[in-house]
């Protein structure tokens, strides 16, 4: 049988999974920084934004690599990555640690993939040509157009 869990549950488990992640980042002295709303709820209510139930990670590009291979070789039982590379469904530009003892039903796309409670974990680029990123900036504008105008 099914155990669902509460909001709170969720985001103590999803603490549990930040936890590993500072544990290997300690290990392997890689730095990393809570991001987007994880950071406002950290500063603005001393933890989660109260409608908010993910935590979002960060760290420079050559950081997420390190901590992408750290855990691959840390082998942990229980948390692992989910990644475009390592998953036939998973489509996004950044990986997740994912907690293997639980599942997350996916009841909102069309082609339904569970996975499981998760930590985003997103790569922060550096760029010296700023040319590079308005041509970036404006690809990325445009794909949120096409999808506004996509009929589903």
């Given at each position: 049988?099914?155990?669902?869990?509460?909001?709170?549950?969720?985001?103590?488990?999803?603490?549990?999974?930040?936890?590993?992640?500072?544990?290997?980042?300690?290990?392997?002295?890689?730095?990393?920084?809570?991001?987007?709303?994880?950071?406002?709820?950290?500063?603005?209510?001393?933890?989660?934004?109260?409608?908010?139930?993910?935590?979002?990670?960060?760290?420079?590009?050559?950081?997420?690599?390190?901590?992408?291979?750290?855990?691959?070789?840390?082998?942990?039982?229980?948390?692992?990555?989910?990644?475009?590379?390592?998953?036939?469904?998973?489509?996004?530009?950044?990986?997740?640690?994912?907690?293997?003892?639980?599942?997350?039903?996916?009841?909102?796309?069309?082609?339904?993939?569970?996975?499981?409670?998760?930590?985003?974990?997103?790569?922060?680029?550096?760029?010296?040509?700023?040319?590079?990123?308005?041509?970036?900036?404006?690809?990325?504008?445009?794909?949120?157009?096409?999808?506004?105008?996509k009929n589903i």
């Open positions: 049988m099914k155990e669902r869990l509460t909001v709170d549950e969720l985001k103590k488990y999803e603490l549990n999974i930040l936890k590993f992640i500072d544990y290997v980042c300690k290990k392997y002295n890689i730095k990393y920084f809570v991001s987007y709303g994880t950071l406002l709820g950290a500063v603005r209510h001393k933890g989660f934004i109260p409608w908010d139930d993910d935590i979002d990670v960060a760290m420079f590009r050559e950081d997420y690599e390190r901590f992408q291979r750290a855990v691959i070789e840390e082998n942990n039982e229980r948390y692992t990555i989910l990644s475009k590379d390592n998953s036939d469904w998973y489509f996004q530009n950044f990986f997740v640690v994912i907690d293997k003892h639980t599942l997350l039903e996916d009841s909102v796309k069309r082609n339904r993939k569970d996975s499981n409670v998760f930590v985003d974990i997103f790569p922060i680029d550096k760029f010296n040509d700023l040319n590079f990123v308005k041509k970036a900036h404006l690809m990325v504008t445009l794909k949120h157009i096409c999808f506004i105008k």
